[in-house]
Structures are given as structure tokens and as C-alpha cells.
């Protein structure tokens, strides 16, 4: 790393601080933004005392069920105290508060869902062709869900989440368990009705609030549909939306539990805008007060848990909590959800997806959930370079059946390629500056001292101008490459394709390849407890193209102070922060490595030093023609000095 990659890095650092300046607001966007919002603050208003009513509430009737539900049928001679309570408590909903909590599967080529009678909820999802880090079936629901409503009902605060609902196939009553398959184009549904209490009898067959499940056979996408059939009388009728309740604690799906935790957090998309998501690296919370959003997902590191709203939801509140400990689950997501409604709304159109985060099946939907996979959305070259160039190789060579070992070194080898002409203009600069080497020298003895800095650097760029050198022209090939090394570092990571790929001594690609484990629980601060081998070797080929880099530019005794140990320093880093990284990234960077290493000897074999040498003398030699910028400028000091003497 010498002091054009230093400077290369300072300057790409500073494009992304400037990108993020330009893409901050104006104080007049800022003050036309609340302007906006005052405008539809006063028309919600109503609304969001609504929400904070329910939410308030709905804790302690969430509580207050789960004390009183049962895996079996509750005696039918149960004491009229408790029958009392009930009606008290959940008016028109009380002979729906107990009930066996049956379990009914629907099923298609790629996952298998479970709905349970009790909130008439999903609580069980798997995915068929995943498994988890330790060979395991891939859930992504389990049964501590909780997915419910909360409304009003003659003012009394009700949660569909621990009501009983019974199953229907056609608008037919489903006896026992059932369990649904399907396969290809075709498709099935599925419907859980919640009915309220009739004077004259125990439900009121004309009256229901109704889920209906449509699952297609090839597809992660589930239809969920709302249907409210003459339930005017039993909602209050100054409701202006429903709360939906969606509580999980996520899975553990990965090797690395600390890299899956800094990759799971809430994604929501506003209504007809951009995606944005909760912070990963810390429990972060926000309430979207005015605010019209399409979906919400609860994303973890390879797959995604996502409400998608057929036109929007309403001011939701959304919270990721970290679970403290090593166990098998990471983080606690919560999500209030407000759905619009009045009497007059028969049915609420939504869709849920269970899948995998790649990025051909989330586009396919035309949602932006492709949005949640970390491709350098931030810095559109990096983006482009993801979507335009990685993902296409590894799609096409991933169809054949390849080993993505060997779709790396095919991607690697196809970018170096690419980059070649860049390269071969680095090395060029590179032998310039060498040739010029003696000539620095001359100039740093004739200026010793430190208040001839400025006559130093002076006749270093008139020497720089004569010999026809530009000492920035291998610092731009780097900035060209910089967008590509930051691209690969988002990408791999989040690559499902790399999940569970076997190469050479790794067994996951995506996660990082131990050698050797640390006994007895031992932890090297900032390294971990492990070794990985790619890592390291890495590491080790970094710290090799550092040294034929220090000695190809020849500026080991003209670098800046500290710079050598700096130059050292950065790839020694690399051991930290890579250990516990993708192993595919390792192995890319390794790669890329090698092949400058072949690059830099097949370059040195094609150019004649010694020539070039004798044209950058002969160069020396020649009148330096003046740029027309510099013609004007001389003219200018000329006018003012001829004013000047008059």
C-alpha cells in the first residue's frame, strides 16, 4: 500500500461522505416535508388516539388470555363465575375463548405451513429445500408466534390472537385434522372463520370474521385475505382500523450466530417510496407516526418473514430486541400494524411471503424486497455492479451445477480481465515513477529543509510536467477499482447462493471456514474463538502484494513518515476482520491477490523498462507546451503587472 493507495482511499472515502451530503435534504425539502405532514396530522389524529387506546390496552388482555387458554377442551359445567368473567370480558367473543387448539398443514412444492384453531393463526412454517446451520428442518414460524387483532367490540377491547376459530375447505366445516398439497400452477385455499355468540345459540352461523389462505404450488408467496361477513353490530362502529399484533422471536439459522444477528432486523417500504429498515447493530425502535406503508418484514441474514398489504397499512410501530445468551434464536421482532377499516369494508386484501432472500425471487414480485439484501443500495456503482455483473455469473454458471468455488474463481478471473487495461496503466505509472526515482532524490538533497517545502514540491511537479509522468495515474485505476472491492465485500455475506456450499476445506461458503477451534470456551478479543484458514491466507498474500508493491513503486526511502508500518499495519487488520466473515469473501480476496501477482509479471515482461527510462530523459528535453489555462493565466499576471508600472 503505498502513498497513491493511501490517497486512494482518503479520496474514496471522501465521494461517499460527499454522496451522503448530496443526498441529505435541503432545509426547504425538511420544511416542505412537515409541511406535508401538518397538513394530515389533524385527519389521523383521531386515529392515532385509537392506537395508543389499543396498545395500551393490549398487553394486559394479551396476558390475561394466556393465562386462561388450554391445549383441550374446557368442561362444559365450568363454573358461572367463569362464563361471567368471559362475557364480561369479551362480550359477543366469549364462547369463542375456549377451544382445542387443533393444527391443520397446507403444503406446496417449496414450504409446509401449520394454521392453529387458536387465533386461526400460521404458527409453523418451513422451508423444504433449506435446512439450518446444524442439518435441521429451516422454520421460520414456530409456534411462539403471535398474530392477532385488536379491536373493539361494544367497548369491549378484543385480540383474535387466543380466540378459537374452525377450520372450512370450500365452505365446507373441516372435521379433525386435515392436511392440504399442492403442486405446480395449481393452487388451494384454506379459511378460518371467527364467529361471535348468538342470543339464541352458541355461534351466529351468518356472522364471522373470516382468514382465507391461498397457496399457489410453486410459489413462497401466500395469499391472506380478511373477510368481515356481517359483522356491523359487533365491531364498534367508530373504528377507524384494526391493530394487528405480529410478536416473534426469530430463529437462529446460522453458523455464526454473531454475523446472522448483525444482519437481522425489521424492513418496511413506504407507500409508493423507498425501503428503509431498523438499525442492526444495536435494539433500535421507531413509530412511523403518519406515515402509509406497503410491507414489513422481519428479515434475518438468508431468509425473510414479510405482510404485504394489498393498498397500505397505517402508522405502524415497529422493535427488534437482541436476545441476550448463545442459544437458538436471535433476536425478538415486534410489529403494531394499523389496517384501515370502517363498516362499510367487507374484506382486506394482504399477501405474506416465506422465503429465501435472493434476489431473482424477491424481483420477481415487483415489491422492492429485493431492497432488504445488502447490495450497496447506498452507492449505485456498487449496486450495478452487484446486480449487473456478480449475481448474472453466478446465476448462469450456478444453473449448470457448478461448485461456486469455482464460480468465484471464474467471476475473479473475468473482473481481472476487465480490469486488466487498468492494471497495465497502474504498473505503467508505477515504472514511470521508478524511472524518476533518482531524479527525486536530487531534489530532496537540494531542499533539505523544511521551509523549502514548497520549492521542493514545486520542481518535483516541473520535473513531473517535463518527463510527461502524471503522479495521479495510478491513483485513479484504484479509484476505479475501489466500487468492485467494496461491492464484493456487501455481497458475499448475503449471498444465499454461497449458504451451505461446500469448497475445499469449507463446508459453507457463507459462514467462516474454522481449521481450528479454541478449547475450553478461549475468545481472542476482536478475533474469536476460531482460525480460519482463508483468512489467513489471505492475510498472508496481502502483507506479499504490500511488500511488491513497496518495492515496485521504489519509494520505500521518499514515503511520508509512518507510512511503511501504516502500509503493513492495514492487511494485518484484515485477520480480525475477516475471521469471523464469509469464507467465500476470504477466498475472493485471495483469489484477486494471486491474479495480481500473475498480472503484475505478465505487465513487467511486456515493458522495456530501459526504454521507457530513455523516453521519460528524452521527454525531460523537449520545451513543455503550455496548457491554454495556463496561457491565460500568464497573460493576466502580465496585464496587472503592465497596469501595475503605469
Not at 421460520?140 to 379491536?151: A, K
Not at 425471487?361 to 415487483?366: A, E, G, N, R
Request: charged letters at 20%; hydrophobic letters at 40%.
Amino acid at each position: 500500500m503505498n502513498r497513491n493507495t493511501v490517497i486512494g482511499l482518503v479520496l474514496i472515502f471522501a465521494i461517499f461522505i460527499g454522496y451522503s451530503l448530496w443526498m441529505t435534504p435541503s432545509k426547504k425539502e425538511l420544511e416542505a416535508q412537515k409541511r406535508h405532514a401538518d397538513s394530515i396530522a389533524y385527519v389521523n389524529r383521531v386515529k392515532q388516539d385509537s392506537v395508543i387506546r389499543v396498545q395500551a390496552v393490549s398487553k394486559v388482555m394479551d396476558n390475561s388470555h394466556k393465562e386462561s387458554q388450554t391445549t383441550q377442551e374446557k368442561p362444559v359445567d365450568s363454573t358461572l363465575a367463569s362464563l361471567s368473567k368471559l362475557k364480561e370480558q369479551l362480550g359477543a367473543f366469549a364462547g369463542s375463548a375456549t377451544g382445542v387448539n387443533k393444527h391443520y398443514t397446507i403444503e406446496n412444492d417449496l414450504m409446509k405451513i401449520r394454521v392453529s384453531a387458536e387465533g386461526g393463526k400460521i404458527d409453523y412454517v418451513e422451508l423444504k429445500n433449506y435446512k439450518s446451520w446444524d442439518k435441521h428442518p429451516l422454520v421460520l414460524f414456530n409456534d411462539s408466534v403471535n398474530f392477532g387483532y385488536t379491536f373493539f367490540s361494544n367497548n369491549r377491547l378484543i385480540n383474535t390472537n387466543h380466540l378459537y376459530f374452525k377450520p372450512f375447505v370450500k365452505n365446507k366445516p373441516v372435521e379433525g385434522t386435515t392436511q392440504l398439497k399442492v403442486s405446480g400452477k395449481d393452487s388451494v385455499q384454506f379459511t378460518m372463520r371467527l364467529y361471535p355468540d348468538a342470543d339464541d345459540s352458541l355461534h351466529s352461523p351468518d356472522k364471522y370474521i373470516e382468514y382465507t389462505y391461498t397457496l399457489r404450488g410453486n410459489d413462497y408467496m401466500l395469499g391472506y385475505r380478511v373477510n368481515f361477513v356481517s359483522m356491523t353490530g359487533i365491531i364498534d362502529p367508530n373504528t377507524k382500523y384494526l391493530v394487528l399484533n405480529w410478536d416473534e422471536n426469530l430463529n437462529r439459522q446460522e453458523k455464526s450466530l454473531d454475523m446472522e444477528r448483525r444482519n437481522t432486523t425489521v424492513y418496511y417500504k413506504y407507500f409508493e417510496d423507498k425501503v428503509d429498515n431498523l438499525k442492526e447493530s444495536k435494539d433500535d425502535e421507531k413509530m412511523l407516526k403518519n406515515e402509509r406503508i406497503k410491507w414489513i418484514s422481519f428479515n434475518q441474514q438468508f431468509f425473510s418473514s414479510t405482510i404485504i398489504a394489498d393498498n397500505f397499512f397505517s402508522e405502524p410501530r415497529v422493535k427488534v430486541t437482541t436476545l441476550a445468551g448463545n442459544g437458538n434464536h436471535l433476536k425478538s421482532m415486534s410489529a403494531e400494524i394499523g389496517i384501515p377499516f370502517t363498516p362499510e369494508i367487507q374484506s382486506v386484501g394482504m399477501a405474506l411471503y416465506f422465503g429465501p432472500n435472493k434476489f431473482r425471487t424477491l424481483k420477481s414480485y415487483h415489491l422492492d424486497l429485493e431492497r432488504q439484501i445488502p447490495l450497496g443500495w447506498g452507492f449505485f456503482l456498487m449496486a450495478w455492479i452487484n446486480i449487473y455483473a456478480v449475481i448474472p455469473v453466478f446465476n448462469f454458471f450456478g444453473n449448470f451445477g457448478w461448485n461456486y468455488g469455482i464460480i468465484i474463481l471464474i467471476l475473479t478471473i473475468l473482473l481481472k480481465t476487465v480490469l486488466f487495461p487498468i492494471a497495465f496503466k497502474t504498473y505503467k505509472s508505477s515504472a514511470k515513477m521508478r524511472a524518476l526515482k533518482p531524479d527525486i532524490e536530487e531534489i530532496t538533497k537540494r531542499y533539505p529543509k523544511k521551509e523549502d517545502a514548497m520549492k521542493k514540491q514545486s520542481a518535483t511537479m516541473e520535473l513531473y510536467k517535463k518527463a510527461g509522468v502524471n503522479p495521479m495515474a495510478g491513483c485513479i485505476p484504484l479509484l476505479l477499482q475501489m466500487p468492485i472491492l467494496f461491492a464484493m465485500f456487501r455481497f458475499f455475506p448475503s449471498s444465499i447462493e454461497l449458504r451451505q456450499q461446500a469448497f475445499l476445506w469449507a463446508k459453507d461458503l457463507s459462514s467462516y471456514d474454522a481449521i481450528w477451534t479454541f478449547p475450553n470456551g478461549f475468545r481472542i478479543p476482536a478475533y474469536g474463538d476460531h482460525v480460519s484458514l482463508f483468512a489467513l491466507l489471505m492475510t498472508i498474500s496481502s502483507i506479499f502484494y504490500t511488500r511488491i508493491n513497496d518495492q515496485m513503486m521504489g519509494s520505500t526511502q521518499t514515503q511520508m513518515p509512518g507510512m511503511k508500518t501504516m502500509m503493513y499495519l492495514m492487511p494485518a487488520m484484515f485477520l480480525f476482520w475477516f475471521n469471523d466473515y464469509s469464507s467465500g469473501l476470504s477466498y475472493y480476496y485471495l483469489l484477486a491477490n494471486l491474479l495480481t501477482f500473475a498480472q503484475i509479471y505478465i505487465i513487467r515482461a511486456t515493458i522495456d523498462e530501459d526504454k521507457l527510462h530513455a523516453q521519460i530523459q528524452e521527454n525531460k528535453k523537449k520545451a513543455v507546451k503550455k496548457s491554454g489555462f495556463q496561457k491565460r493565466l500568464e497573460n493576466m499576471a502580465k496585464q496587472r503587472g503592465y497596469a501595475g508600472k503605469k
